[in-house]
Structure formats: C-alpha cells, structure tokens
C-alpha cells in the first residue's frame, strides 16, 4: 500500500520537475545565403477544398522565378500545409511553421476565419501575415492594431457595396434573398450589401445562413423562395454555391442572381450549370479583379499565355480554367516584387514596410487598368473590380472598373 | 509469475515511463515539445473513453462533444463572453479553469448517463454520436455565449500562462512550449494514476462485470444503472479536462476545434492503444496526435520514397494515407498495442493461454 503511494507521488513530482530548457532564437529567421521560406495554409481538404489552387497557383509562379535565379540569389521556398478550413488547424499549423520551420513570413494563408484565428499569435510574435487570402474588411480596416497583417484582394465590404448599389440603381424595388455563409466571411458581405442599398426602394425579405461544416443548403434555398424574393444573393463557398444554384434550378426558381466574386468564377459556373441545363445560371452578376483564363478576350494575351505556360510546367496536371490559379499568380506575382524591393539583407520589419507601400499598374495577371496600391494609410493592396454577367456560358464585364472609396 | 511481482513491474515501468517524459524535452526540439503535450492530452481523453468503453462496454461516439464542453468552460472561464455580449466576465487563470471543465463536463455525462442506460450497442453509439453532431451547430448557434464562428482568443490574454514569454516554474525558467508539455503531461499522469486507481477495485470490478454480461452482473448484486451513468459521469469529466487543456495549449478555440471527426479519432486511438487495458493507450494518443502530420509527408518525410510524399501533398491525399494505415496497423494488432504488451507480459511470464481441449 504505502509503496503504492510513494510511487505515485514520486512520479507526479518527476513530471512536475523540470530539467532544461532550450533557449535562444535568431533575428528574422527563415533566411539563408540560398533560401527566403515562406509558409501558408491552404484548404488541401474538406469543404473548400477547391481553393487549394490558389496556393498552387502561387507556387507555380514562385517556382518560375527560381528557375530564373530567384530574388537576389535566393530561392523562395513556400510551403503549403493542409488545414481543411478549420480554423482550429489553421492555428497549430501556423505555429509549427513559426516556431518549427521558422518561416521568414507566412504567406497567402487561405480563409477569413483562419487568418483571424491566427492574427493575435503572429502580431505577438511578429511574424509578417502577408497577403492573407481573405477579403475581410478587417485586414485593412484594423492595420494600425495589427501592423504585421496585411491582405491583398478588394475587400467584401467593397464588393457587397457594390452589388447594393448596382441593385439600386438597376431595379426597382427589388425583394433580395440572401444566403450567407454564417461566419464574419459571409456577414461581412450581407453587411455591405445592405449599406450598399441605401435608402433605395430595395430591400432584403430574407437571409438565410448556413454552417460551412452542414452537408448542403437545400432547405435554406426553399425557405429563400418561399419569401418571395426575385434576387438571389449567394454569399458562399464554392460548394454551396453550386449547390445554391443546383437546388434553386430543381424547385424552379428562376430569380435574378448576385453570387460573390471568390465563388462566381467561371469554372464554378459552368459545374452550376449542369451542361446548359441549370438555367438560374443565365444572367447573374458578379465582380471579379482577375483575368479570366476562359475569357477570348485574353486569349493573345502575353500575361495569359505565359499564365498557361507556367500551369503546364509548374502545376502539372493543374486544370488552367480554375481562375484560383490565377489569383496565386497575381498574389505571388507581387511577393516577388515586395521581395525584390528588400535587397540583399532582407528583414521581417522590412517586408511589412515594402507590403505598405506598394504602388503598381502592372500586375500582369489582374485586369488592365487595376493598380496595386498601399500607402499614407490606405492598408487595401487591390480596391478595384469589374461587374460582369453570365452570357451564354461565360462572364461578359459591363459597366468600366469601378474603384472603392469606402472600406 | 505472481501477481505482486506482476503489479511491481508495473510500477517500475510506470516509474520508467515517468523519467522518459521528464527528460524528453532536452532531447527534442522546443516545438516538438508543444506537440507532445497534444499527446498527453489526448491520453487524457483515452483514458476517460477506455473506462467507459473498453471497460464498461459502453460505446461512444461523442466524447469530441464532452471535451468541447471542457474547452469552451476554460476558454470561457479565461476570457469570458462579454465581447460578445455574454453575461461571463472572465478572468480566471487557466489552472483553476481545468476541475471547473472537468466537473462540468462530467455533470452533462451523468445526465447523458440516464438516457443511455435505455439504450445499447449500436443504438447508444448512434444517440451518443448525435450530440458529437450537434455540438458545432449548437456552439454556433449561442453566439453571445460561444463567439459563434469566430471562437475564442486565449492567446496573449493575462489568465494564460506563457502565451510568449517564459514561464517560471520551480526556480527554473520554461519556453511557453516546455511549460504547455510539462502542464499537460503531470495532468495526464494524474489522470492515468487515478484511472488506474478507479479500475483496480470494487468500481472496476463492477465495470467490467456489467461489460462482460450485464445478466450477470444483476444477478450478483451490481446495479446496471448507477454504473452505467457513473462511468458516463467520470468518462466525460476526463474529456472535459482534456478539452480544457486543448483550449489551453491551442490558445484558441471555435465550433471546429472539436469535430465529429475527432470523437471518431478517440475511438481509434483506444482501438489502436488496445480496448481495456492503460498503458496501451498512450500508443493511442501518439497516433492521433501525429498521423494526421505524418500523413502529410511532415516529420517522416524523409524515410519516405519521394513519389509517396508527393502523393500526400495532393488534394485529399492526406486522408487516403491516414486511412491506408489504419487498416494495416489492425491487420497487424488488431488487439491494439495493448494487445501486443499483454501478449508480451504472457511470453514473459510464460502463462502462456491455451485454449482448453
């Protein structure tokens, strides 16, 4: 008995006792004489799993420049880690990408929630979160609390405004259904979109959410019809926006849609159609800051053509229509460029300082005309985009770039 | 080999086992470090499910449900919930918040204990992965009370011990990453300690009685009900401990953190540490804390061929290799690693069985 007790007290302090702790970190690790690391999570499974060709995108693209040299004779190595969309991933992933790895930054990190899960932890640690795949007005917004953050795409504040407004302008009294994803991605845009309304005879008669873990949004598209709307407004993920339209067709609902820009990519709209049949398809509006990989307007495009090049030999077996491809182009295309600015002793404290002050008209893979652009504290790298309609199976843009002013 | 002689042994290898945690740290990296501290959080939840499954014979599916319960009481407890409009003011210190989430959670096991004592087998399993089910939805759905979506934030707030700067501990100064390890692996030894106390006598004895023959163990006098509902009872409050450490060592949590997936990662982990017995388990916790990395291609990556790693960097290639293994690993121990000690113990002992003729 005693012998029993002894032992269990001897091991509770062994545990409790501690012998030596590591110390020690270096300034501004995850650079060599060879190498910049970056690292980022990306959805590589689970229910957005379709954006994974962002990241792979943006690793075509960074593999191109080091084949070429790299940036001053450093090769960019980015390491992609799965997170399945969970937040709760997002978080120890990152931290072993810190704290293990040692990355000079983590870079393009997919999600709204996962990038606020893990905005706390590496302003903490100062580590750069550059360019956080996110149109979260909060990156922008709140960048003098957190100066390590920085996003890259016009925000969906931007972007909701703009639809309240076209439907303003456009329709009288118009009745808009709203499906959302329940969480700040999808608030964030229901928000907006109102403001955008203004005081217009339009209005919002119902919005339904839905949980990006729920196996789809049927019964939230009935209730949408039941309301009587005649706009749909599908602020989702890839998935559930398919299925929005899908089961919008199939109870024979045929409103006026607005689908968000990350989700109305053209690729994803011609999975909605069904081969031509799903015609809810026909005549929606979404915005895009992209060029658009199916559209013959670039298809002598020299951006374009060297966007396809670099997918073959890059990203083999990469589907070049998926326009995510070239939004990790557009995005790693300016890493290069924040890189380069850095020279020869690139720091962290630097990189956030490069990452602030951008300023260009020429990122081949956005559309012409849109201009890079952070400084005097506009924190919004991208805060221009194109409406554009579906038309006989693909996005036909309308009206020139609009620019946001407000965020 | 006697009994007594056999109990010794365990001692020392429970001693042995003890020393190995201890010095750990010194052998691998500060990170590594916060990765095994996930393990023994995972134990902890083991431990709890063995006592109610491998022991008891109850199936569940839902204990990812229980220790959300112990991760959000914590991470409530720490920050509270008036950010979101909550009535919670927070500011308890993260130790203190642990027999809170335990006790917590342990009450909704009771609870859930009495419905269950009507249900059995496969039917159980389905009740009890409904609330697994449930759990992120629900936590979504109190928003003012859970943060809805986003979750909770521990990290850098003042009720969590070493978000950045070291902790010191014992005259000793800990990176937060050996602090998290040491914090949870003299949890997790308590708990297996006290596990191992609950097993051994009348309590144990009645566990397994109502596992092995429920007809049985009426018959002798055991009573169904309140052993059923009490290893509910202690099963959820070892998970929500295990929750709140999670809460604690993640400094993070949300609707996510705590899947269905992951109840169904515990009833693996006692699979693969080996139904009814302890020492199995902690085999059990170190596979679910790592294959998920692993799979990735990370850590292994290099006694892997290249073609394989590049396998798992695809699109859902993780997935495929987790399950890949798992079923190899029950080919080979389809007892589990506990299977494989016990197995080991009767060469030793040699009591080997022979099956009567």
């Given at each position: 008995m005693r012998l029993r007790?002894?032992?269990?007290?001897?091991?509770?302090?062994?545990?409790?006792?501690?012998?030596?702790?590591?110390?020690?970190?270096?300034?501004?690790?995850?650079?060599?004489?060879?190498?910049?690391?970056?690292?980022?999570?990306?959805?590589?499974?689970?229910?957005?799993?379709?954006?994974?060709?962002?990241?792979?995108?943006?690793?075509?693209?960074?593999?191109?420049?080091?084949?070429?040299?790299?940036?001053?004779?450093?090769?960019?190595e980015y390491r992609i880690v799965d997170d399945a969309y969970n937040p709760a991933q997002t978080v120890q992933a990152v931290r072993r990408l810190v704290e293990q790895d040692k990355v000079f930054a983590v870079f393009n990190t997919l999600g709204t929630e996962a990038n606020l899960a893990i905005r706390d932890y590496l302003n903490q640690v100062k580590v750069p979160q550059l360019f956080a795949a996110s149109g979260a007005t909060t990156w922008g917004r709140d960048a003098a609390k957190y100066p390590w953050t920085i996003g890259f795409q016009p925000s969906y504040a931007a972007e909701g405004f703009v639809y309240g407004r076209y439907v303003a302008q456009n329709m009288k009294k118009a009745k808009i259904a709203v499906l959302f994803q329940n969480d700040d991605y999808g608030k964030d845009l229901l928000g907006s979109l109102k403001s955008g309304l203004g005081r217009s005879g339009s209005k919002i008669v119902a919005a339904e959410p839905y949980q990006v873990t729920s196996p789809d949004v049927g019964s939230q598209i009935a209730k949408l019809k039941a309301s009587g709307?005649?706009?749909?407004?599908?602020?989702?993920?890839?998935?559930?926006?398919?299925?929005?339209?899908?089961?919008?067709?199939?109870?024979?609902?045929?409103?006026?849609?607005?689908?968000?820009?990350?989700?109305?990519?053209?690729?994803?709209?011609?999975?909605?159609?069904?081969?031509?049949?799903?015609?809810?398809?026909?005549?929606?509006?979404?915005?895009?800051?992209?060029?658009?990989?199916?559209?013959?307007?670039?298809?002598?495009?020299?951006?374009?053509?060297?966007?396809?090049?670099?997918?073959?030999?890059?990203?083999?077996?990469?589907?070049?229509?998926?326009?995510?491809?070239?939004?990790?182009?557009?995005?790693?295309?300016?890493?290069?460029?924040?890189?380069?600015?850095?020279?020869?002793?690139?720091?962290?404290?630097?990189?956030?300082?490069?990452?602030?002050?951008?300023?260009?008209?020429?990122?081949?893979?956005?559309?012409?005309?849109?201009?890079?652009?952070?400084?005097?504290?506009?924190?919004?790298?991208?805060?221009?985009?194109?409406?554009?309609?579906?038309?006989?199976?693909?996005?036909?843009?309308?009206?020139?770039?609009?620019?946001?002013?407000?965020? | 080999m006697k009994p007594r002689t056999q109990r010794t042994i365990g001692f020392v290898a429970f001693a042995a086992f003890v020393v190995f945690i201890a010095v750990l740290p010194s052998f691998i990296s500060d990170f590594k470090a916060r990765d095994y501290s996930y393990v023994a959080i995972y134990l902890i939840a083991l431990l709890g499910l063995n006592i109610l499954t491998g022991y008891t014979?109850?199936?569940?599916?839902?204990?990812?449900?229980?220790?959300?319960?112990?991760?959000?009481?914590?991470?409530?407890?720490?920050?509270?919930?008036?950010?979101?409009?909550?009535?919670?003011?927070?500011?308890?210190?993260?130790?203190?918040?642990?027999?809170?989430?335990?006790?917590?959670?342990?009450?909704?096991?009771?609870?859930?204990?009495?419905?269950?004592?009507?249900?059995?087998?496969?039917?159980?399993?389905?009740?009890?992965?409904?609330?697994a089910v449930a759990m992120p939805s629900t936590v979504k759905r109190f928003e003012e009370f859970s943060g809805g979506g986003t979750g909770i934030q521990l990290f850098g707030t003042p009720e969590l011990t070493g978000s950045i700067a070291n902790v010191q501990v014992l005259g000793r100064s800990l990176t937060p990453n050996d602090w998290m390890y040491y914090l949870a692996w003299s949890i997790a030894l308590v708990a297996f300690a006290v596990a191992w106390l609950i097993l051994r006598g009348r309590t144990g004895r009645a566990f397994r009685a109502v596992r092995d023959s429920e007809t049985a163990a009426v018959s002798s006098g055991v009573s169904l009900a309140r052993y059923k509902t009490l290893a509910f009872g202690i099963s959820a409050a070892y998970a929500g401990v295990a929750g709140g450490l999670f809460a604690i060592v993640s400094a993070f949590v949300n609707p996510d953190t705590f899947p269905v997936a992951l109840s169904i990662f515990l009833l693996v982990g006692?699979?693969?540490?080996?139904?009814?017995?302890?020492?199995?388990?902690?085999?059990?916790?170190?596979?679910?804390?790592?294959?998920?990395?692993?799979?990735?291609?990370?850590?292994?990556?290099?006694?892997?061929?290249?073609?394989?790693?590049?396998?798992?960097?695809?699109?859902?290639?993780?997935?495929?290799?987790?399950?890949?293994?798992?079923?190899?690993?029950?080919?080979?121990?389809?007892?589990?690693?506990?299977?494989?000690?016990?197995?080991?113990?009767?060469?030793?002992?040699?009591?080997?069985?022979?099956?009567?003729?």
């Open positions: 007790w002894t032992l269990v007290a001897a091991a509770v302090a062994l545990a409790a006792a501690a012998p030596l702790a590591l110390a020690g970190s270096t300034a501004d690790p995850g650079v060599t004489s060879t190498t910049i690391l970056l690292g980022g999570t990306s959805p590589l499974t689970g229910p957005a799993a379709s954006y994974a060709s962002v990241a792979r995108g943006a690793k075509a693209y960074l593999d191109s420049v080091n084949a070429q040299g790299g940036v001053a004779k450093r090769k960019i709307a005649n706009v749909l407004a599908i602020f989702a993920t890839p998935t559930f926006a398919i299925q929005a339209y899908v089961f919008a067709n199939r109870l024979g609902w045929r409103p006026k849609v607005i689908v968000n820009g990350v989700s109305g990519t053209s690729n994803i709209m011609v999975l909605a159609s069904e081969g031509g049949k799903n015609r809810a398809v026909e005549g929606s509006i979404t915005t895009t800051v992209l060029k658009d990989p199916t559209d013959p307007r670039w298809k002598n495009d020299a951006s374009m053509k060297l966007y396809r090049s670099l997918l073959s030999k890059y990203a083999k077996g990469a589907n070049p229509n998926d326009v995510y491809h070239v939004y990790g182009m557009a995005v790693a295309y300016e890493t290069v460029g924040v890189l380069r600015r850095l020279g020869a002793n690139p720091t962290r404290a630097a990189l956030m300082k490069a990452a602030r002050s951008l300023n260009d008209p020429k990122n081949p893979f956005l559309l012409p005309g849109v201009v890079v652009k952070t400084g005097a504290g506009d924190n919004f790298p991208v805060q221009q985009g194109q409406l554009q309609r579906w038309t006989k199976g693909r996005w036909v843009p309308f009206g020139g770039l609009w620019t946001s002013k407000r965020n | 014979g109850q199936i569940s599916l839902g204990h990812g449900a229980f220790m959300a319960i112990g991760g959000y009481t914590t991470a409530i407890l720490m920050a509270g919930n008036e950010q979101f409009g909550g009535p919670i003011s927070g500011g308890m210190k993260d130790l203190w918040t642990l027999p809170i989430a335990g006790l917590v959670a342990g009450l909704v096991g009771l609870a859930f204990g009495f419905p269950a004592l009507r249900l059995s087998g496969l039917y159980l399993a389905l009740a009890t992965f409904a609330i006692i699979v693969v540490g080996g139904l009814g017995g302890l020492s199995g388990l902690v085999f059990g916790a170190v596979f679910i804390a790592f294959l998920p990395l692993w799979a990735q291609g990370q850590d292994l990556g290099s006694l892997l061929p290249d073609r394989i790693v590049e396998e798992t960097k695809k699109p859902g290639g993780p997935a495929i290799v987790y399950g890949v293994v798992l079923i190899l690993l029950m080919f080979v121990l389809p007892n589990g690693v506990g299977g494989l000690f016990r197995r080991a113990g009767q060469l030793l002992s040699r009591r080997r069985y022979s099956p009567p003729k």
